[in-house]
C-alpha cells in the first residue's frame, strides 16, 4: 500500500505560469516532507523541504504547502521555465521517530514539461 | 550532489552472474540507503544502514546484498536470485531522518 501518493503522473504548463504538484500521504506519523527534482540518468536533487509544524515554506520560485488535516502537499513553482522540466518525487519521514520510520518514503514522481 | 560517488555508471551483467554496484560518500553521514527506480515506479528502496556494521531490509530486499564495513562506504550485490535486475540504482546518505543527499546512480542492464 503507498504511503505517499502523486497521482498526477505528468503536467504540462506554459512558460511564466505558475506549476502545481500535488502529494498526499497516509502515514499520520510522517511529520518531515521534501521535494526532489530529477533527470533522465540523474540521481534525485533535492529542492524544498517542510516540517509538520508549518504550513508553508518558500525559496525563491518554490513554495511548498501542507495541510495535515488533509494529508496533502503541493509544491508551486512561479514562474515555470524550461529548465524545471523534469519529474519531481514528494518524499516524506518521521523525524521524531526512529528506525525505519526515518526512512523516506517516495511517491511515484510527476514529469513536468514547460513549455516555451 | 556533490559528496556521493557511485560507479560504474553503465554495468552490464550476464545472467547468472552476481555483480556488486559502489556507493562511496565523504559527508560523514551515519545512514546510505539503495533506491531502484524503473520506469513509472518511483523510488523503492532495497537496504538501509543507519551505523556501521548494521543494516536492515527495504521494500524489496529480495535477490539483494549489502555490507557495512565502512561508514563511507555501503556497496549492493545484486545476486542471481534477482528475477529482473535490469533497472537504475540509486545511493544516498543522510543524517538519519533528515533530508539525504543522493548519487547519480548506475544504470545496471542483464544481456
Known amino acids: 500500500d503507498q504511503q505517499v501518493k502523486q497521482n498526477s503522473p505528468s503536467l504540462s504548463v506554459q512558460e511564466g505560469r505558475i506549476s502545481i504538484l500535488n502529494c498526499d500521504y497516509t502515514n499520520s506519523m510522517f511529520d518531515y516532507f521534501l521535494w526532489y527534482k530529477k533527470y533522465p540518468a540523474e540521481g534525485p536533487t533535492f529542492l524544498i523541504s517542510?516540517?509538520?509544524?508549518?504550513d508553508k515554506n518558500e525559496d525563491g520560485r518554490f513554495t511548498v504547502f501542507l495541510n495535515k488535516s488533509a494529508k496533502h502537499l503541493s509544491l508551486h513553482i512561479v514562474p515555470s521555465q524550461p529548465g524545471d522540466s523534469a519529474v519531481y518525487f514528494c518524499a516524506a519521514s518521521s523525524l521524531n521517530y526512529g528506525g525505519s520510520q526515518g526512512n523516506l518514503i517516495f511517491g511515484k514522481g510527476t514529469k513536468l514539461s514547460v513549455k516555451p | 550532489d556533490g559528496g556521493i560517488t557511485q560507479s560504474p555508471k553503465y554495468l552490464f551483467r550476464k545472467e547468472g552472474q552476481n555483480v556488486t554496484l559502489s556507493c562511496e560518500q565523504n559527508?560523514?553521514?551515519?545512514?546510505m540507503y539503495w533506491y531502484r527506480q524503473d520506469p513509472g515506479q518511483g523510488l523503492r528502496l532495497i537496504y538501509y544502514?543507519?551505523?556501521?556494521?548494521?543494516?536492515q531490509k527495504g521494500d524489496i530486499a529480495e535477490g539483494y546484498s549489502v555490507s557495512r564495513e565502512k561508514k563511507e562506504s555501503f556497496p549492493l550485490t545484486v545476486t542471481s536470485a534477482q528475477k529482473n535486475p535490469t533497472a537504475f540504482y540509486l545511493c544516498?546518505?543522510?543524517?538519519?531522518?533528515?533530508?539525504?543527499?543522493f548519487g547519480q546512480g548506475t544504470r545496471l542492464t542483464v544481456v
Open positions: 559527508l560523514n553521514h551515519d545512514a
Open positions: 544502514s543507519q551505523i556501521v556494521n548494521d543494516f
Open positions: 544516498a546518505s543522510s543524517i538519519v531522518g533528515k533530508r539525504a543527499f
Open positions: 517542510i516540517s509538520s509544524i508549518k
